[in-house]
Nanobody, 126 residues
């Protein structure tokens, strides 16, 4: 069982930067592919970024490419999402997720992930 806890969500202005963190307990994250998803009110949960268990393969949603960076520190059992150039459309609850898959896979569908955190709210205002 993996327990995930997100932190770092805040109320920020358009153009600001923010760093989200996901800390794990119960198991080491080194064996898991990790993903960040987000869900805005009335919308489906959508993929934002993912990273394989070794940290050398990443994938991003098209609308965050070049603005968001996912990284991981397996020694500290954390996964981070550095967000810059935040836009109003980035307002959502951000949730991290984990799944144990082969080392070269980064999955993008929520249904493929086994463990989920509770989420952290990011609100962007103009």
């Amino acid at each position: 069982q993996v327990t995930l806890v997100e932190s770092g969500g805040e109320l920020v202005q358009v153009g600001d930067s923010l760093r989200l963190s996901c800390a794990a307990s119960g198991r080491t994250l080194g064996g898991y592919t990790m993903g960040w998803f987000r869900q805005a009110p009335g919308n489906k949960r959508e993929f934002v970024a993912g990273i394989n268990r070794d940290g050398d393969i990443t994938r991003y949603a098209d609308d965050v490419k070049g603005r968001f960076t996912i990284s991981r520190d397996n020694g500290k059992n954390t996964v981070n999402l550095q967000m810059s150039g935040l836009q109003l459309e980035d307002t959502a609850v951000y949730v991290c997720a984990a799944v144990r898959v082969p080392p070269d896979l980064v999955l993008t569908r929520p249904v493929d992930y086994a463990y989920w955190g509770q989420g952290t709210q990011v609100t962007v205002y103009s």
